[in-house]
């Protein structure tokens, strides 16, 4: 049986010091179908975990149902619940149908913490899987429910999980814009900018400690990169002409722009710090909406230069020709590369409607993922197995969500405006583990 493993965390994101504009309600997820085979789980309720308002068990359950590749299993009727390795009856569970059983409980500890405690067990082979302790503070008990899924995703898909990301998104009421930061199933949303002229484009860098946008707010476009930490805000490029579409190289020194200072829509690199304009494309088409490949040789791109919109593909350090990546239809735009580099997802016209899309880079092969009427602006979760979307029902804008294959569907919605241009943010190792024996 694998020891104990105590983790002290050191929660990221709390955006602490930008909170003092209102946060609004959570988004609401819906999850339409699920994977091919769904991994049984059962997550009971954890040992006094009912004394406090975040209910580690249900979070889980939550996420891990949202996935849409885990199928949660009957809590039965015996009663109390198991919150020890000795305390499992197995036989019980297997007669139940559980085939992975999660237990704990949440202890009080001095200085107003608490230490989470949870194992996974394999009710068939009787071995503990997982087996974890978490030493925070209170308001820190669903971020902490969002770790323990992630590893229980990990352990039984072989994927890293993302329930303790962040997404940025864009929100529109009335004539003001909000660029808000939430948790990755909604939750606990911020306003971190607002203004009554447009912003676009947001992206994380890849350490998940800024997000660079476009703002409208002085009638024109203008690249900012904001601290999600302090909130503070600094001018990336404010050039003559537009400055638009930001993409953060993978080691978050450099930036793809799209600039008009010298006339047209060109690709330029930058440093984070908005010194080091160099240009990378020189075409009399426009040029725009780059993006990295993961491991910062090539740039994904936009570029009319054939006649339509079409994907483009090129080396950073401009040797050789733009390479052209999409060939069906007359209308394919805004690409993003997959983790592993291996495929891109963008917008594909198909047949009047605007819909996601997802290509082999090597094959050539695209599948259709969604089919809505107007989709937009894709976003993979930093595992490649999600991708977050931009749409609309009955004229309101909200955000979507389809997995990799296709099979996994989700929308996500808030209480009123419309939410537009998604951002997933980057996988974040903040975890410090001490054996305990």
Same mark, same amino acid.
């Given at each position: 049986?694998?020891?104990?493993?105590?983790?002290?965390?050191?929660?990221?994101?709390?955006?602490?010091?930008?909170?003092?504009?209102?946060?609004?309600?959570?988004?609401?997820?819906?999850?339409?179908?699920?994977?091919?085979?769904?991994?049984?789980?059962?997550?009971?309720?954890?040992?006094?975990?009912?004394?406090?308002?975040?209910?580690?068990?249900?979070?889980?359950?939550?996420?891990?149902?949202?996935?849409?590749?885990?199928?949660?299993?009957?809590?039965?009727?015996?009663?109390?619940?198991?919150?020890?390795?000795?305390?499992?009856?197995?036989?019980?569970?297997?007669?139940?149908?559980?085939?992975?059983?999660?237990?704990?409980?949440?202890?009080?500890?001095?200085?107003?913490?608490?230490?989470?405690?949870? &194992?996974?067990?394999?009710?068939?082979?009787?071995?503990?899987?997982?087996?974890?302790?978490?030493?925070?503070?209170? &308001?820190?008990?669903?971020?902490?429910?969002?770790?323990?899924?992630?590893?229980?995703?990990?352990?039984?898909?072989?994927?890293?999980?993302?329930?303790?990301?962040?997404?940025?998104?864009?929100?529109?009421?009335?004539?003001?814009?909000?660029?808000?930061?939430?948790?990755?199933?909604?939750?606990?949303?911020?306003?971190?900018?607002?203004?009554?002229?447009?912003?676009?484009?947001?992206?994380?860098?890849?350490?998940?400690?800024?997000?660079?946008?476009?703002?409208?707010?002085?009638?024109?476009?203008?690249?900012?990169?904001?601290?999600?930490?302090?909130?503070?805000?600094?001018?990336?490029?404010?050039?003559?002409?537009?400055?638009?579409?930001?993409?953060?190289?993978?080691?978050?020194?450099?930036?793809?722009?799209?600039?008009?200072?010298?006339?047209?829509?060109?690709?330029?690199?930058?440093?984070?710090?908005?010194?080091?304009? &160099?240009?990378?494309?020189?075409?009399?088409?426009?040029?725009?909406?780059?993006?990295?490949?993961?491991?910062?040789?090539?740039?994904?791109?936009?570029?009319?230069?054939?006649?339509?919109?079409?994907?483009?593909?090129?080396?950073?350090?401009?040797?050789?020709?733009?390479?052209?990546?999409?060939?069906?239809?007359?209308?394919?735009?805004?690409?993003?590369?997959?983790?592993?580099?291996?495929?891109?997802?963008?917008?594909?016209?198909?047949?009047?409607?605007?819909?996601?899309?997802?290509?082999?880079?090597?094959?050539?092969?695209?599948?259709?993922?969604?089919?809505?009427?107007?989709?937009?602006?894709?976003?993979?979760?930093?595992?490649?197995?999600?991708?977050?979307?931009?749409?609309?029902?009955?004229?309101?804008?909200?955000?979507?969500?389809?997995?990799?294959?296709?099979?996994?569907?989700?929308?996500?919605?808030?209480?009123?405006?419309?939410?537009?241009?998604?951002?997933?943010?980057?996988?974040?190792?903040?975890?410090?583990?001490?054996?305990?024996?």
């Amino acid at each position: 049986m694998r020891s104990l493993i105590i983790v002290k965390t050191c929660i990221l994101f709390q955006l602490l010091l930008i909170g003092s504009l209102p946060a609004h309600a959570q988004l609401t997820i819906d999850v339409i179908g699920g994977g091919a085979s769904q991994i049984p789980i059962t997550v009971v309720p954890l040992g006094k975990e009912q004394r406090y308002e975040q209910k580690i068990s249900e979070i889980v359950s939550a996420d891990l149902r949202r996935s849409g590749l885990f199928r949660l299993g009957s809590l039965g009727s015996k009663r109390p619940f198991p919150t020890q390795a000795k305390e499992v009856d197995y036989g019980y569970w297997r007669s139940e149908g559980a085939q992975n059983l999660v237990i704990g409980d949440v202890v009080a500890r001095p200085g107003g913490k608490v230490e989470v405690r949870f &194992r996974m067990f394999d009710v068939s082979s009787r071995q503990q899987e997982l087996g974890f302790s978490f030493l925070v503070d209170v &308001r820190e008990l669903r971020a902490t429910a969002h770790k323990i899924s992630d590893l229980i995703y990990e352990k039984l898909t072989g994927d890293a999980g993302v329930f303790s990301t962040k997404i940025c998104y864009v929100v529109k009421r009335n004539k003001t814009f909000e660029l808000q930061i939430a948790d990755a199933d909604g939750y606990n949303p911020q306003v971190v900018h607002r203004y009554d002229e447009p912003i676009i484009s947001p992206q994380w860098s890849p350490d998940g400690t800024r997000v660079a946008y476009v703002s409208f707010e002085k009638r024109k476009a203008i690249i900012y990169v904001l601290n999600v930490f302090d909130g503070r805000r600094t001018v990336l490029a404010d050039f003559s002409g537009s400055n638009s579409a930001p993409a953060w190289s993978p080691d978050g020194k450099r930036l793809a722009v799209t600039l008009t200072k010298d006339g047209v829509s060109q690709l330029y690199l930058i440093n984070a710090d908005g010194r080091g304009v &160099r240009r990378l494309t020189y075409s009399q088409s426009i040029d725009t909406e780059p993006n990295f490949s993961p491991d910062g040789r090539y740039l994904l791109f936009t570029s009319d230069r054939a006649g339509s919109p079409q994907i483009y593909r090129m080396r950073v350090d401009g040797r050789g020709e733009p390479r052209r990546m999409t060939f069906e239809g007359r209308y394919n735009v805004t690409a993003r590369h997959s983790a592993d580099g291996k495929s891109f997802v963008f917008i594909h016209r198909n047949q009047g409607r605007f819909n996601v899309a997802i290509q082999d880079i090597a094959t050539r092969q695209v599948q259709i993922l969604t089919a809505g009427r107007l989709d937009q602006s894709p976003t993979f979760a930093p595992n490649g197995k999600m991708i977050l979307y931009a749409s609309e029902i009955k004229g309101r804008g909200i955000l979507a969500a389809v997995s990799s294959d296709g099979r996994v569907k989700q929308r996500i919605t808030a209480q009123d405006g419309d939410i537009r241009e998604p951002a997933w943010g980057p996988l974040m190792n903040n975890r410090r583990k001490e054996s305990l024996e």
